[in-house]
């Protein structure tokens, strides 16, 4: 028996008319993706550490705060150049943005979120040692 696997690295959605192609994250554009993801990293923590879904009216708000980086996201990600995405109603751009983020949500929530509260959780565990030992060595060598 020959296995099939499903080719889910591209998925279309039509959005003002035009059909267009969402593809996963990879390495060739990793460091475009991240850093245009970056803005979103600490609102995204927040709502995972909540865990509850972000009201369409925030999510509006973070695209309009960091629309340069939207823009860069959702033309890295898709086969549409940024003047396309310059154009869309704020609402075409956030269901844009909610495909994107969701075809590729192993990615953002494996590789960006899981090692950040990670390293958060080391260089907390690094400064409270570091704290310890200091305040330590103070008590025993007292100053006269």
Known sequence: MTDIKKDDSVKTIKVAGQEIVIN????KNLHEVTRAFMPFVAE?????KAKKGMP???LMALIGTFTDETVVLASTLTDQPPSFYRELEPLEMLTVMQEV???SGDF????IFIPLKQL????HLLGTTA???STKSDSE???S
């Open 101 to 103: 983020v969701a075809h």
């Open 141 to 143: 060598n007292p100053t």
């Open 131 to 133: 704290y310890y030992h």
């Open 44 to 48: 995204f923590e927040r709502i995972v």
């Open 120 to 123: 958060g959780a080391q260089l």
């Open 56 to 58: 369409e009216s925030e």
């Open 108 to 111: 953002f929530m494996r590789q």
């Open 24 to 27: 996963r994250v990879k390495v």
